[in-house]
């Protein structure tokens, strides 16, 4: 494997970081790519407020669940996610490069299951 430079790293644009990057000691994110980083994960964090939102409505006047039983079911839902997704991106930073990246097998192992029982 050829030796990593900061040309290879950042060969497409500034705002871009690729997979190469973890190979360079003492690496920090440009200010440019935090802010996309932030600009992209604000989407995801509306649409969870949201879900729970209107998900706690749903509980409470369409199911008749209790006050206390509708707050523990959106707690627990948030408690798995804060120990799975750092569970998930140490197996996904472990894993090997593949052509299609990092992340699309395990995705492609996992989602096989839910997208065959909906078909």
């Known amino acids: 494997m050829p030796p990593v430079t900061a040309a290879l790293v950042l060969s497409r644009a500034s705002c871009l970081v690729t997979h190469r990057t973890e190979t360079l000691p003492g690496y920090r994110l440009s200010v440019c790519s935090k802010l996309c980083y932030a600009i992209g994960g604000a989407p995801n964090q509306v ?29 627990i839902g948030k408690a798995s996610g804060a120990v799975t997704d750092p569970v998930a ?17 395990c995705s ?7 997208w065959s029982a909906f078909i």
């Open 108 to 114: 492609t192992a996992t989602e096989t299951c839910p």
């Open 89 to 105: 991106g140490f197996f996904i930073s472990k894993s090997r490069w593949t052509k299609i990246g990092r992340l699309m097998p």
């Open 47 to 75: 649409a969870g407020s949201a879900a729970s939102f209107f998900l706690q409505i749903y509980l409470l006047d369409i199911a008749h669940i209790t006050p206390f039983h509708a707050s523990l079911v959106l707690f």
